[in-house]
């Protein structure tokens, strides 16, 4: 039984958590955060030009990629709360229970900087190698908002990293025009918050 609910949950070409399991897990998080008053930070991270890496290596290497950044971003993100999820097809999710705004922002870069490190070849784009673009979000929940809210924050930033020239982060800000109207019911945090300990 216990293995029938683990492969229940579990993306069976990278080994990682799947989207449902993220649909589950998420706003169990986010109704623990309002209870205590935490921040929940959420993390979209899309592998960079991936059509063309399948175009150029074939779907099966294209498979062997999307399981060496799956366990890359398995390796980076590890504490025993984080949960690390297929979210579809070359995307991935993050969802960091008690992470600050700050905190959000450092755990992307260096998933961002080692998923360069791979230096998984792609010889489709100018710098040679796989890289992968980050949208993060953060928010303390609220009752007047919803877990999806935080989860759009984080793909607005995504657009943006895609549109400044990918292989970067970007962090959602209130003031971000990419942010669509309305989802700033979300209390997003621009700068580090105290967590009390
Ligand atoms: P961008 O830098 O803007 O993210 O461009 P992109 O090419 O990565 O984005 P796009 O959404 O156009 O392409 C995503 C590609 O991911 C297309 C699809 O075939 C591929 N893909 C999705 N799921 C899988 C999978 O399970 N295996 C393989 N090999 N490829 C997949
Ligand atoms: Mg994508
Ligand atoms: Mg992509």
């Given at each position: 039984m216990v293995e029938l609910a683990?492969?229940?949950?579990?993306?069976?070409?990278?080994?990682?958590?799947?989207?449902?399991?993220?649909?589950?897990?998420?706003?169990?998080?986010?109704?623990r955060a309002m209870r205590v008053g935490d921040p929940l930070s959420v993390l979209l991270i899309d592998i960079d030009h991936f059509k063309a890496f399948n175009d150029r290596y074939?779907?099966?290497?294209?498979?062997?990629?999307?399981?060496?950044?799956?366990?890359?971003?398995?390796?980076v993100i590890r504490r025993?709360?984080?949960?690390?999820?297929?979210?579809?097809?070359?995307e991935f999710v993050a969802v960091l229970p008690v992470?600050?705004?700050?905190?959000?922002?450092?755990i992307?870069?260096?998933?961002?900087?080692?998923?360069?490190?791979?230096?998984?070849?792609?010889?489709?784009?100018?710098?040679?190698?796989?890289?992968a673009s980050i949208g993060v979000a953060t928010t303390i929940p609220s009752g007047d908002s919803l877990p999806a809210s935080l989860v759009a924050a984080a793909d607005g930033?995504?657009?943006?990293?895609?549109?400044?020239?990918?292989?970067?982060?970007?962090?959602?800000?209130?003031?971000?025009p990419a942010s669509p109207p309305g989802e700033h019911a979300?209390?997003?945090?621009a700068s580090p918050i105290r967590v009390a300990s």
């Open positions: 683990q492969q229940a949950s579990t993306d069976g070409l990278t080994g990682v958590a799947n989207r449902r399991r993220f649909d589950e897990m998420l706003p169990k998080e986010w109704r074939g779907h099966p290497g294209g498979d062997e990629c999307l399981r060496m950044i799956a366990d890359t971003i398995a390796t025993p709360h984080d949960l690390v999820a297929r979210y579809g097809g070359e992470t600050t705004p700050e905190g959000a922002k450092q992307a870069e260096s998933l961002r900087a080692a998923i360069a490190a791979l230096g998984v070849p792609h010889a489709a784009v100018p710098g040679g190698a796989v890289t930033a995504l657009y943006a990293a895609k549109r400044n020239g990918r292989n970067r982060i970007a962090v959602a800000d209130p003031l971000d979300v209390m997003l945090l």
